[in-house]
């Protein structure tokens, strides 16, 4: 019975494509602009976390003020300097590496090219912190470290602007009136979570940049790198009872620096994107329950048109139930067509947006899997009440329309 059934439901669908395709559509934008949401929004967040990854592995980032980003008041603050992060490598556990960061702008000269860059000068601690690893060339020895050497490591985007496809290692640029030897090309880490290129960057000693391009020893930023496994908590009040010590505030004071957890930082930043990626998901959801609608109205209209064809049924013995679940199974197989097509539209489309976007495409079989049972889902229960409209007609009646 149930093959019969199923057999007259298809053949139903076929005498009528156009208003069988124009019926599943609804299911169709539906299923298609769910699985497309939240296919790209979770792509997104995972570049988020990528992102912060690549900033540092168990990063902190201590700087001056009580506040970070746009506005934070570390004007009143006082800056660091090289000796704080010495003492924190010392004398706070679980750290790994500990890096003072001096930055400035300038424009870097090479031959008739320039490029107006960002120099920051540090240690080879940096390059740990970060998590930058070298596609050319070497970091900085030891004696250029103390003497405060003339000597430079650029990223990619430097690299590309200024040099092209030749190899900078061994190179001389220009930065200001400094005629800077490049002595390393850093691996690319492309764009960070707060939209600036990562590979714009020139590494210098941080002893030259303090004396021939800052003119003061004052460090803006120490990026802690701890080790794995440690306490995040412990080390942050470490390093927070280190620093009040060495800045002399007193037990009322409040604290002049502000430390930031990248790793809490991508976590608040995955929360936010998921929330909205269920938000998104949840609007276009909408459509589905539109597209519910459009086959109950559809197949409505299909019972009126079939009256007689019914009562026929009826009258040579077929059972009411038997009615029900044709008409039933009519509407769930539209809707399951529909969620189908949905899916391949909706996995061209993710795949062409994250393209667009620059985010991975993060395949997810539950939302696909739940996005088509929903789609024949709303077959069911759309489709009840025309195939219960069906199964109820007095056979005589349905005879007797014309």
Request: charged share 15%; proline share 3%; glycine share 10%.
């Amino acid at each position: 019975m149930w093959w019969n059934t199923l057999g007259l439901a298809l053949r139903e669908i076929r005498r009528n494509l156009l208003r069988s395709f124009l019926t599943i559509l609804g299911i169709v934008i539906g299923v298609a602009a769910v699985i497309t949401m939240v296919t790209v929004g979770r792509g997104a967040t995972q570049a988020v976390s990528d992102q912060i990854t690549s900033l540092g592995t168990n990063l902190l980032m201590v700087r001056p003020g009580q506040r970070m980003g746009p506005g934070r008041d570390s004007a009143g603050s006082p800056p660091f300097r090289q000796a704080d992060a010495e003492a924190i490598a010392l004398q706070v556990a679980g750290v790994r590496a500990v890096a003072p960061q001096a930055a400035t702008g300038a424009v870097a000269v090479f031959g008739a090219r320039n490029w107006s860059t960002v120099v920051y000068g540090s240690t080879n601690a940096y390059f740990t912190t970060n998590n930058w690893t070298l596609a050319a060339g070497r970091l900085f020895e030891e004696t250029e470290l103390r003497a405060g050497a003339a000597v430079c490591v650029v990223g990619a985007t430097v690299r590309r602007e200024l040099f092209g496809t030749q190899d900078p290692v061994g190179a001389r640029l220009r930065l200001r009136n400094i005629s800077c030897e490049v002595v390393g090309l850093l691996q690319s880490k492309g764009q960070a979570a707060m939209g600036n290129d990562q590979d714009d960057v020139v590494v210098m000693p941080i002893a030259t940049v303090q004396r021939r391009l800052t003119g003061n020893l004052n460090v803006g930023t120490l990026l802690v790198s701890m080790d794995d496994g440690v306490d995040t908590e412990r080390v942050k009040a470490d390093l927070a009872r280190l620093l009040r010590e060495r800045r002399k505030l007193a037990e009322s004071d409040e604290n002049n620096f502000n430390v930031l957890d990248t790793k809490q930082l991508a976590e608040t930043l995955s929360s936010t994107t998921q929330v909205m990626t269920m938000l998104l998901g949840a609007v276009a959801a909408v459509s589905l329950l539109v597209g519910g609608i459009g086959i109950m109205n559809i197949m409505l209209v299909s019972v009126t048109e079939r009256t007689r064809e019914i009562g026929i049924r009826l009258a040579i013995g077929a059972l009411g139930h038997e009615v029900l679940l044709q008409f039933l199974i009519e509407a769930v197989v539209l809707a399951a067509l529909g969620g189908l097509v949905g899916i391949v539209i909706a996995t061209a489309a993710s795949l062409a947006l994250t393209s667009v976007m620059g985010v991975p495409y993060v395949f997810d079989p539950g939302i696909n899997l739940l996005s088509f049972a929903f789609a024949a889902a709303i077959g069911v229960v759309f489709g009840y009440f025309p195939a219960r409209r069906a199964a109820r007609l007095d056979p005589i009646e349905a005879l007797r329309h014309e």
